[in-house]
């Protein structure tokens, strides 16, 4: 028999990371049997990261859901019988029916985020039928959207360089950012800087692969970095190092900003950050010194309650000192702006269905939304899909208090029984990356890719785009745009003059695989100032004063739950057990004069409590700063009872919709051999 020869499909890494990876599949007899790191893309040059070099073994694995399956025992016990289609449609249809009738169509509520971060497969999938049965709206903005309010707020975007430039920085400042771990293909090209002559600075409170790896490390205080921003500024204003040429031509409000920069002295800073004060002078001395000096901003600082306050301040730095005049210079934060407006997403997200007055829910309160008996209508249908938020939301506990209610239809599209696959009614297939259509943007960097279908799909699975033309056609919504094909909703997210002007088609993603989205901007887009802004200056506004900490006697410690690992990133790989075991158990790192105060030791078994839950997990000691404790963020509920999130806050940030849930103290005590802490 013959048999045919291998061949390799382009595509490209579906999770919620700046790198975006350009990959290739090679297949095997209707088989995929390797993915590998594009080597001709300019920014994945080859690598994948550690656990997309994996990629294939969710895509095969016997703990995938490859077929429907309804809820045959109570919620949250993971007791499930395999239906088929027809019956799960049939009776998810009926029951979204039902409860629309008696309630409104604002009695259901989607939750999706960017389990894959395509455009046909991501949020748009299914936009377009809840704004047809008028759900309620949901605000997705967990991550990114206070930064971007932030650094919006005084320069008018959130895309300032693009991060090949970086290898023409010489002070780079990598601040609240595990780049080796959250960014790892930016890091080649910050040493190819180094190797130049650029000194890295990282500013975090936690010893991070970065911080270790960097010519000098900061240590502040979490929730300081607004007070270190004004700080850095007033010494470089004091001693004359601020571009008062580039600040009189393209900032507006200086004169008032600067006068508050008077509250903020080195020795004031310190008090407030825990950073000496020379070191601040240091700091400042070097940063302003250095023409083209850049700072590197991601989203894990943002997750406070003045994270937008706290990334306009650092934004101001480049601006006071005139970085923006020289290539590597500046700030570098997100690029999705350049992908969003090169793309002709409207007619896929379809927001003019959307009825005047919808009720928005946001992400970050799932479990205020679901418990909360005042709420009218109330939630009586879930609806999930590319998301696991009984681990990625705050306040764990509350969510699932929600999921638990027996009146709640709970439907959700997954490849794996997650946590919150576990409380549905139905879980429904989906297909992995390897085996859908897709065009992916990318918040890291100014590349478009295409992925492409490199296998048929396992089992029963299908696309999410697959599974709102089934649901719409059980609920009888004859809607044309309701069933648009894979193959036309790509040719019209490409429908683009700005992406024909770069001469960038589908034919030519099918045969390279991947286009840089050029524009005029330039290496040094803001040389000459015409930031987006009304009037096109940069608008100083002075930081509220600094917020009372919410530490108490009982609950001193700072939490932070830190992407402290490539395995800890997310709940993706929870049910691959390569994973699970690089990934080992849940821990805590604390200070050795925090632990000995405490009498425990490296290695105990703890309990890491607050009001509003106690989380297990083993100690290692070092790491951080006195005063802070750090978590795996993604870690799954199911692997030591619960995670970080159970202990973190679901309030708001002060801009763009993102949490609070870095605002969290804890205590840490021992488990004594009774179980007790």
């Not at 990318?442 to 296998?455: C, E, F, K, R």
């Not at 987006?532 to 009372?548: L, N, Y």
């Not at 804890?666 to 009774?674: I, K, T, W």
């Amino acid at each position: 028999m013959a048999t045919s020869l291998p061949i390799r499909v382009r595509g490209a890494c579906p999770h919620d990371c700046p790198d975006t990876c350009a990959w290739q599949v090679t297949v095997e007899e209707g088989r995929a049997t390797r993915v590998v790191g594009d080597a001709e893309h300019p920014i994945t040059r080859g690598t994948l990261c550690a656990k997309v070099n994996h990629f294939l073994d969710r895509v095969y694995s016997d703990e995938r859901v490859l077929h429907p399956l309804r809820r045959s025992g109570p919620k949250g016990s993971g007791r499930f019988e395999q239906v088929s289609w027809e019956t799960a449609l049939t009776e998810v249809a009926a029951g979204l029916a039902d409860r629309i009738e008696r309630h409104g169509g604002e009695t259901v509520l989607p939750f999706s985020y960017m389990g894959t971060q395509g455009l046909i497969q991501g949020s748009d999938a299914g936009s377009r039928f809840f704004g047809r049965i008028g759900a309620t709206r949901l605000i997705r903005a967990v991550c990114g959207s206070t930064g971007s309010a932030g650094v919006q707020q005084a320069i008018g975007t959130n895309t300032g360089l693009v991060p090949e430039e970086i290898r023409h920085s010489r002070f780079i400042v990598l601040w609240g950012t595990n780049t080796i771990v959250t960014n790892v293909h930016l890091w080649p090209l910050i040493r190819e800087a180094q190797a130049e002559g650029a000194h890295v600075v990282v500013i975090d409170p936690a010893s991070t692969r970065t911080a270790r790896s960097a010519d000098w490390h900061v240590q502040p205080i979490p929730g300081t970095d607004t007070a270190l921003a004004m700080g850095l500024m007033h010494v470089i204003v004091r001693d004359g190092l601020q571009d008062d040429d580039y600040l009189e031509r393209h900032a507006t409000g200086f004169a008032d900003f600067a006068a508050r920069l008077g509250e903020y002295t080195p020795e004031r800073t310190s008090e407030i950050c825990g950073v000496p004060a020379e070191e601040i002078e240091r700091l400042a001395h070097a940063y302003a010194s250095t023409p083209s000096s850049c700072i590197r901003l991601l989203v894990g600082m943002e997750h406070r309650g003045v994270g937008a306050e706290t990334f306009r301040t650092i934004a101001y730095l480049p601006v006071v000192t005139g970085a923006w005049r020289h290539r590597g210079g500046g700030l570098l934060f997100m690029t999705v702006g350049m992908h969003w407006s090169a793309l002709n997403g409207g007619p896929l997200e379809r927001t003019d269905l959307v009825r005047p007055g919808t009720r928005s829910v946001n992400m970050v309160q799932l479990g205020r939304a679901l418990t909360d008996p005042q709420m009218e209508p109330p939630v009586t249908a879930l609806i999930v899909n590319g998301s696991n938020p009984v681990v990625t939301m705050p306040n764990q506990s509350l969510t699932i208090a929600g999921l638990q209610r027996d009146d709640l239809l709970t439907v959700v599209h997954e490849q794996f029984l997650t946590d919150t696959a576990m409380h549905a009614d139905y879980v429904l297939p989906a297909t992995t990356q390897v085996e859908h259509l897709d065009v992916m943007w990318s918040w890291g960097h100014d590349y478009l890719t295409l992925n492409l279908p490199a296998v048929k799909p396992v089992g029963e699975a299908v696309a999410t785009s697959e599974l709102f033309r089934r649901l719409a056609t059980a609920m009888g919504l004859a809607d044309d745009f309701l069933h648009l094909s894979d193959d036309a909703m790509l040719d019209i997210a490409l429908d683009s003059d700005e992406l024909r002007g770069m001469g960038i088609t589908r034919e030519r993603l099918e045969g390279e695989g991947w286009a840089h989205l050029s524009d005029d901007r330039g290496p040094t887009p803001f040389a000459d100032g015409g930031f987006p802004t009304d009037d096109g200056r940069c608008a100083f506004v002075a930081p509220t004063r600094p917020v009372a900490s919410s530490r108490t006697a009982e609950y001193p410690l700072h939490l932070i739950s830190a992407k402290d690992s490539v395995h800890h990133l997310n709940s993706s790989y929870a049910h691959v057990p390569w994973h699970v075991k690089a990934a080992g158990e849940s821990t805590v790192s604390m200070h050795l004069e925090d632990a000995d105060a405490r009498g425990l030791e490296d290695g105990d078994l703890v309990d890491v409590v607050n009001e509003r839950a106690t989380v297990p997990a083993r100690l290692r000691v070092g790491g951080v700063r006195r005063g802070v404790v750090t978590m795996p963020s993604g870690w799954a509920r199911g692997a030591a009872g619960a995670s970080a999130n159970a202990l973190t806050p679901d309030g708001l940030s002060d801009a763009g919709g993102g949490g609070n849930f870095h605002d969290t103290f804890v205590e840490v005590r021992r488990v004594r051999a009774d179980g007790s802490a």
